[in-house]
Structure formats: C-alpha cells, structure tokens
C-alpha cells in the first residue's frame, strides 16, 4: 500500500489533524532555511500527541552530523530525511543511527540508485530541486529511471497524486506546500483530500 508522508508539520494541532486524516508519516523540518522550521520540542509533543503508529520524520538540509543526530534524538523522531549535497559517507554515518529518506534531484537518481540499492538503510526520495517550492517534477520523463521502492515528492497535492502515483508507482508520496493556508499552517480539507487521493490509488504493483 503507497504511504503518505505529510511534511512540514509545526505545531501538535496540525499534527493531530494529518494523523487523524490518515497520514502514515509526518515530517517535522529542523533546516533553519525553511519557513516551516520547528522546535524538537514541539516536533517531540506531536509524537506524542499521534500516538504510536503514526511515523516522525526529521527533515535536514545541507546539516551537520552532530546537529541532525542532536535534534533527531531531542525530537524522539524514528528516521530522518536529508536533503541537499551531501557525500555517501556522511549519508552512511546518520545511517549507523536512523533510517534515512535520502532526497535526490532526478539529475542525480541514477547514480544515487546506483550507491544505495539494495541498501535496507537508505531509501530514495526523488524531489524537485528547491525543496518545499511546491514545483512539480516531469513524471513522464522519469518513468525508465525510478528506482522500485523510491519515494515521490515536489508539487504534489490532492488535485495530482493520483496521476502521478499511477504513472511512476512510488512507494511512498510526500508532500507540503500544497497542503497549507501559508507557510507552516496546514489546510486540513487539502491534507485530507490528498490522503484519500493517495488511497485511492492502487499502489505499486512490486512487492514491498
Ligand atoms: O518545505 C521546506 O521548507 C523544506 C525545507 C528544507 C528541506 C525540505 C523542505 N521540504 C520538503 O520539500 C519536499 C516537497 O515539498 P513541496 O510539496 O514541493 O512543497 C518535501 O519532501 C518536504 O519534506
């Protein structure tokens, strides 16, 4: 079944609305670039709040490895997804740590599929190239690279998942700017419509 990642999540309250639409993922951003940053505290008391089935992401752009196991750890998030240039090695060693959504721009998913298949650890991501900007990616163009298994981001909201889960079988869909009334304030009638987009789909057709 395709998992649906709600991202951007800033407060318990919008945390409590995406777990209750059916979101199976919410990301908390700690990059300080972004108009959605979040304290580990708050991105914590959300955990809280949604109980234990509902997966927390941390979300790193171009971070430290003592800063993003820092936060990581004060925010009690159980993986983490890095965004930005970043070397495999650096990759490997928050890795050692926490499960890792690796971001990747579709220029580099050949070689980034290349590095980490197989690699139960990491797990690719293919996003536009200005994270959060809500521009969405040539889904057809990527079809004969998309790695099985890969997730799927950049301008996806409830008017396109369903085509673009239909054309590229990701196994998971993340999204953010397309879900809120402004920056870092979600917009609970698109968070819910984008979940019931997503389910509405039939998912990938390779075992998982
Ligand atoms: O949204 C941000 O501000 C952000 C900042 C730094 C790293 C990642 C960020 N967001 C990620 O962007 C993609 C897609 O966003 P959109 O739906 O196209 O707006 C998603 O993975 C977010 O986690």
Not at 110 to 127: C, K, N, Y
Not at 141 to 161: E, I, Q
Request: hydrophobic share 50%.
């Amino acid at each position: 079944m395709i998992r649906v990642k709600v991202c951007g999540t800033t407060s318990v309250h919008d945390a409590v609305l995406a777990a209750e639409a059916g979101a199976d993922a919410l990301g908390f951003i700690f990059a300080p670039v972004s108009k959605r940053v979040v304290t580990p505290q708050v991105a914590r008391e959300a955990g809280l709040g949604v109980g234990p089935t509902v997966a927390r992401v941390g979300v790193f752009l171009n971070q430290g490895l003592d800063e993003v196991l820092r936060l990581a750890e004060a925010a009690r998030v159980g993986s983490v997804q890095l965004h930005g240039l970043l070397s495999s090695l650096y990759v490997e060693q928050v890795a050692a740590y926490y499960p890792v959504l690796r971001v990747v721009r579709p220029a580099e998913l050949a070689a980034e599929a290349d590095v980490w298949s197989g690699d139960p650890r990491v797990t690719l991501m293919v996003d536009a190239p200005e994270p959060g900007s809500g521009h969405a990616l040539d889904w057809d163009a990527l079809r004969a690279a998309f790695p099985p298994g890969a997730w799927l981001a950049g301008g996806l909201g409830p008017a396109n998942v369903a085509q673009a889960i239909e054309t590229l079988e990701p196994a998971g869909v993340d999204a953010v700017s397309r879900l809120e009334t402004r920056p870092g304030v979600k917009d609970l009638a698109a968070v819910v419509a984008f979940v019931r987009a997503a389910r509405s789909t039939v998912g990938p057709s390779y075992p998982q």
